[in-house]
């Protein structure tokens, strides 16, 4: 298992930026991918980014590319979000996730996660 906190939440206004981190703890940090989904009031958990095991293979929803850039570092056992040029609709809790499947499958769904941090409020005002 693995024990996923998140950090680096907070209000901010529209163009700013924020840096996430999630620091996990357990087994080998390399036996994971990574990923960022995110949840606004009354909508459903979304996928924003993902890093696979080696971080070779990097993902982002069409909705942030060019604006957050995923980033691991696996000697820290870290996996950060740089969120760039932020805009209100970015508002959410963002979640960090961990999976053992291996390859890219699923890399951008729920489906490919089993471990999830409790989250870090990310507030944008207009």
């Known amino acids: 298992q693995v024990q996923l906190v998140e950090s680096g939440g907070g209000l901010v206004q529209a163009g700013d930026s924020l840096r996430l981190s999630c620091a996990a703890a357990?087994?080998?940090?390399?036996?994971?991918?990574m990923a960022w989904f995110r949840q606004a009031p009354g909508n459903e958990r979304e996928f924003v980014a993902a890093?696979?095991?080696?971080?070779?293979?990097?993902v982002y929803t069409d909705s942030v590319k060019g604006r957050f850039t995923i980033s691991r570092d696996n000697a820290k056992n870290t996996v950060l979000l740089q969120m760039n040029s932020l805009k209100p609709e970015d508002t959410a809790v963002y979640y960090c996730?961990?999976?053992?499947?291996?390859?890219?499958?699923?890399?951008?769904?729920?489906?490919?996660?089993?471990?999830w941090g409790q989250g870090t409020q990310v507030t944008v005002s207009s």
């Open positions: 996730s961990a999976g053992e499947r291996s390859g890219s499958v699923y890399l951008h769904t729920q489906r490919g996660y089993d471990y």
């Open positions: 357990g087994r080998t940090f390399t036996s994971y991918r």
């Open positions: 890093v696979s095991r080696t971080g070779g293979t990097i």
